[in-house]
């Protein structure tokens, strides 16, 4: 069963005419209220707004008129309080008999199903009650000789209304948690400048297609994500990523649509337009997030969709009991009927971990970190272990060549040359720095490979000019059948103690060269690791890396668990492994490279992904390179889940404490709840959900102190 976003009750999709299809996702209700909310809640929020008041008024009226000032001219008192109450039921709560009707179709009681049967129940009482005491109709009902209320039109006015302050309410905090996407869609500009036979031209940024040609002047936005290719400026991306300070932009760097060029003239090729652009993506990613549920909903979900008729049944058999077993006045029997149907409509229930995963899934966006759904959310605040993956992640993933070894009678260039030839076609972060190298000494004529393979974890095999070569580590050397004196043995020692990556190049049987990358540990890694630990949470280093150099790196950083020379294919095994031990597993990654581990983790945290978060595999996705987003997510995740858990306790305390109450258990010492005070209740109980979820947009990222 779904979720409806606006009310929060468990919707049957098949059952449920109401859903609206929305890119690739498609949204369920439980009425035509709450489609019409989604569709248009400023609307709404007005149009509650002044129901609300009107019920309100309108209700403290009859309240003056029955309890504090009756009057008998020129209307009989009940004729007037009839006329005061009727526009507030057919009105005011008409949207709660639409409801009931739409449960019906739907063949599902919903919340709107237990303010109508109770307000009309009063509202009908009361009026046959006025009807007789006029002499319009037969005697019906016993004259009340108790000195109790005779009518209840107050009490089905004022629920009305309290129970619409209560939906005013819920639909200001649903507000300000979407506030932050309709400000991010606000973001995307409606022009866009695009170079056409090599004149400038104004159109509709949907009319830009993929590969055009835009310019982008100072203080304009960028339209659509894309490449710059001429140009050299700052870009303000803070809505986006929650980066402080502008960032350098120059030819080759990617551009995301929405944000805005501070300096320079920008000439960008359009890589993403429409839907595919990041700024979508996050909307996207953000009202996907709202929309799943989160493990915790699941008791809220049952228990919701099976409260209504439990409770219908409940107030039934109260009003039996006192009125035909007890032998109370029908007065009693049905305050307990209304009082129980009122007080114990689930609203709050249905709100509480929405209204917080709402305010959470937003509040991230705005700092750059999207959760993909609630559920990854309540997991993260569980985590009892992060595996970081190195190249990338704690390192900068922009290795140099440090150290080259020529032997055997082969120069340094020779190595670099037959280097150079085997990683000409890869996109490995080592082959890149092979390339530097490369290119600063002059040599950028590879010669031609007869024959090619590359060995997954180990390295590549190739034939140049009908010789045997291979470049990678020592196990693919071994496996190869070269020869290995202990002086390179020796020699790859000293240098992965230093923390360095060494690779071997092999010439036909024989190893004549031996190349060092060192790759700049990330400056915040430290520091993240370090206050993860203060936070409880263990850490380990995942790496194909050998373990002397995967060592080195761990040391440096404090960290104590370390998989080192672990295949691509492997990753995924050792997070399996973990978690079958009984930890509660994140895996910090490239959302691409390591999508298995990432698949695999309880939570896979992916970073640096740049415009590109749709292929990520990660269930949350921190779009800056910013290790120190990692502890903003899991406080963040923290106070989602603490509220989630506050919202639930006082959902579910005002309706177990008080529907007995509302039943009469209390009768005996004289008290029996008023339908009046169990709207304020239930009302109360969703205020105070809503404003305990607001208080999450107070919070604000601190990484520093301890």
């Not at 976003?5 to 609206?20: A, R």
């Not at 319009?136 to 129970?163: K, Q």
């Not at 004289?670 to 709207?679: D, E, L, Q, S, T």
Request: aromatic fraction near 8%.
């Amino acid at each position: 069963m779904a979720k409806d976003l606006v009310c929060g009750m468990y919707v049957d999709e098949d059952k449920t005419p109401f859903k609206l299809k929305r890119g690739d996702v498609t949204y369920y209700f439980c009425s035509k209220n709450c489609l019409n909310t989604f569709l248009a809640p400023e609307r709404e929020l007005h149009q509650l707004k002044i129901l609300a008041a009107m019920a309100l008024i309108l209700g403290g009226l009859t309240a003056f008129f029955e309890y504090i000032y009756p009057v008998n001219w020129p209307l009989h008192n009940y004729l007037l309080l009839f006329i005061l109450a009727t526009p507030v039921q057919f009105i005011a709560g008409w949207k709660f008999y639409e409801g009931t009707w739409d449960a019906i179709k739907a063949r599902q009681a919903n919340m709107d199903s237990l303010i109508a049967i109770g307000t009309t129940t009063a509202w009908l009482y009361s009026t046959l009650y006025m009807l007789q005491t006029l002499n319009l109709v037969p005697s019906i009902f016993p004259r009340i000789a108790t000195g109790g209320p005779e009518v209840y039109f107050t009490e089905a006015g004022l629920i009305i209304g309290f129970v619409l302050l209560g939906r005013v309410m819920e639909q200001i905090v649903k507000g300000k948690a979407t506030e932050a996407v309709r400000k991010l869609v606000d973001l995307q500009p409606k022009m866009a400048t695009v170079l056409r036979d090599g004149e400038e031209k104004k159109i509709p940024v949907e009319q830009v297609v993929v590969g055009e040609l835009l310019v982008v002047r100072p203080g304009e936005r960028v339209p659509v994500d894309g490449v710059v290719i001429d140009g050299h400026s700052y870009i303000d991306q803070s809505m986006i990523t929650g980066e402080s300070m502008p960032v350098e932009k120059k030819v080759g760097d990617e551009v995301i649509g929405g944000t805005i060029n501070m300096s320079g003239v920008l000439k960008i090729r359009a890589t993403k337009v429409g839907a595919d652009t990041m700024l979508s993506q996050i909307v996207k990613m953000v009202e996907e997030a709202i929309l799943t549920r989160a493990p915790m909903q699941r008791l809220a979900d049952r228990v919701a969709a099976y409260f209504v008729p439990i409770v219908i049944v409940v107030a039934i058999s109260s009003f039996i009991f006192w009125y035909l077993i007890a032998g109370k006045p029908l007065g009693i029997a049905l305050m307990s009927l209304i009082s129980v149907l009122i007080i114990a409509c689930p609203c709050a229930l249905g709100i509480a971990t929405p209204a917080a995963i709402m305010i959470g899934a937003s509040k991230s966006a705005q700092h750059g970190i999207l959760i993909k759904s609630g559920e990854y959310l309540e997991k993260l605040s569980k985590i009892d272990l992060i595996v970081f993956d190195k190249t990338g992640t704690l390192t900068k993933g922009e290795p140099r060549v440090t150290d080259i070894l020529a032997l055997d009678g082969f120069a340094e260039n020779d190595v670099i040359e037959l280097a150079l030839t085997l990683e000409s076609g890869s996109r490995h972060p080592l082959s890149e720095a092979v390339r530097k190298l490369a290119s600063s000494r002059g040599i950028n004529t590879p010669r031609t490979i007869d024959a090619f393979e590359e060995v997954p974890g180990h390295g590549l095999r190739a034939s140049i000019d009908g010789r045997r070569v291979l470049l990678g580590n020592l196990r693919l050397m071994k496996s190869s059948g070269l020869n290995i004196d202990e002086y390179i043995i020796e020699r790859l020692k000293l240098l992965e103690e230093d923390g360095k990556t060494a690779i071997l190049l092999g010439f036909d049987n024989r190893v004549v060269g031996i190349i060092a990358f060192s790759d700049t540990i990330n400056e915040n890694a430290a520091e993240v690791i370090d206050r993860l630990k203060w936070m409880g949470i263990k850490v380990a280093l995942l790496t194909g890396d050998n373990s002397r150099a995967a060592n080195a790196i761990a040391r440096k950083l404090g960290i104590d668990l370390v998989f080192a020379e672990v295949l691509p294919t492997d990753k995924a095994c050792i997070v399996r492994r973990l978690r079958e031990e009984g930890k509660v597993v994140a895996m910090v990654g490239d959302g691409i490279n390591d999508a298995p581990a990432l698949a695999e983790a309880d939570v896979g945290i992916a970073i640096g992904s740049g415009t590109d978060i749709a292929r990520e595999t990660g269930g949350i996705i921190l779009v800056k390179n910013d290790l120190r987003d990692i502890i903003v997510a899991v406080y963040l995740s923290r106070k989602v889940v603490r509220k989630m858990k506050e919202n639930l306790f006082w959902a579910f305390i005002y309706n177990v404490v008080l529907i007995p109450v509302a039943a009469g258990i209390l009768y005996s010492l004289g008290i029996m709840f008023n339908p009046v005070f169990a709207a304020v209740a239930m009302a109360t109980s969703s205020i105070t959900v809503t404003l305990n979820s607001m208080l999450l947009n107070r919070f604000k990222p601190n990484t520093k102190q301890h």
